[in-house]
């Protein structure tokens, strides 16, 4: 992957759908991790608790969903040493922008887990990331002054 707007996910060889999607999901969370720095270096001052808190939550997705693939024996790949973001972030408005794009590739990626889900408890761990997903997305949106700031269906490619 080379930015965290435009995730390309990788096959494992040996793993069931509902398992490679959860692969997918923890790189997206990885690349999220990467662009809350990128957002955080760049974004208003006032915004920083809100960051903070959104850093934590894909934080602690990526650490949960690292935990599910691992008692599933299921190898977690790890963060990639560097990414590339999709565009030049340099303001308060770019990192906003940038927000929006991570919020909405992890949606995309959460979606294709409920799609993909076999077991009750994936599917259920899907539709709480997606769910959370969508709702920062929204309040990105709303900052941003985009209107409307959610969308029917979330995580759609």
Do not use: C
Request: proline share 10%.
């Amino acid at each position: 992957m080379s930015a965290p707007h435009s995730i390309r996910p990788r096959r494992q060889s040996g793993l069931g759908s509902e398992q490679q999607s959860l692969v997918d999901a923890l790189r997206a969370e990885h690349a999220a991790v990467f662009a809350y720095g990128v957002v955080a270096a760049f974004s208003n001052p006032q915004r920083a608790d809100l960051i903070a808190g959104y850093s934590a939550a894909h934080r602690a997705r990526r650490d949960a969903t690292i935990d599910a693939l691992t008692a599933a024996n299921v190898e977690a790949p790890p963060a990639d040493p560097g990414y590339t973001v999709p565009f030049p972030v340099a303001d308060p408005i770019s990192a906003a922008r940038l927000a929006v794009a991570v919020e909405h590739d992890t949606a995309v990626a959460w979606r294709s887990v409920i799609e993909r889900a076999k077991s009750e408890p994936t599917r259920r761990t899907g539709v709480e990331a997606l769910t959370e997903a969508a709702q920062r997305l929204a309040t990105w949106q709303t900052i941003l002054g985009t209107a409307p700031p959610t969308m029917p269906f979330p995580g759609q490619p």
